[in-house]
């Protein structure tokens, strides 16, 4: 191959992108979970612990994140408003949420957020495969 401008921008550019492909970090696959990981909560909906840490967040004590599974056409019910700030995640499947006077699909990669002493949640798994909520409490000093 005879070396001209081109050829050699060419060249470049492919050696520069081969290690930034090898580089990039992938998402984590969701974790499957069966019906009897964690502790059931309500009919069909199941709480997973992921992990509790001191909170470097002004305002905040602690963070926890948990998973909550729920089998197909498990429900959370509309219950008492929010005892702690949150994020919300779905990490798998779809859930149809009612989040103070929001309601929504939330599907695979949707966030929300709830506010603490503000906000009732309900979800429900209408689909037919399992989903998961990730969600981030941030607990109160």
């Given amino acids: 191959m ?3 401008r081109r050829n050699a921008l060419a ?3 492919t050696s520069l992108s081969a290690p930034l492909l090898i580089a990039m970090p992938t998402p984590l696959a969701a ?8 502790t059931e909560i309500f009919p069909g909906v ?7 840490r001191d909170s470097h967040i002004k305002g905040y004590k602690s963070i926890a994140m948990e998973d ?13 408003v929010m005892a702690d700030d949150m994020v919300c995640t779905v990490t798998e499947g779809e859930l149809q949420v009612t989040a ?3 309601e929504f699909t939330a599907k695979e990669g949707d966030v929300w957020s709830c506010g603490k002493g503000s906000t009732k949640e309900a979800a429900t798994n209408n689909g037919t ?11 109160a000093a």
């Fill in 11 to 13: 060249l470049g550019a």
């Fill in 68 to 80: 909550v599974v729920y089998q197909p056409k498990g429900a959370s019910p509309l219950g008492d």
């Fill in 31 to 38: 974790k499957t979970y069966g019906p009897t990981d964690g």
């Fill in 100 to 102: 103070g006077d929001m």
């Fill in 129 to 139: 495969v399992v989903a998961v909520m990730r969600v981030i409490n941030l607990k």
């Fill in 46 to 52: 199941r709480l997973i612990t992921l992990g509790t």
């Fill in 2 to 4: 005879k070396m001209n």
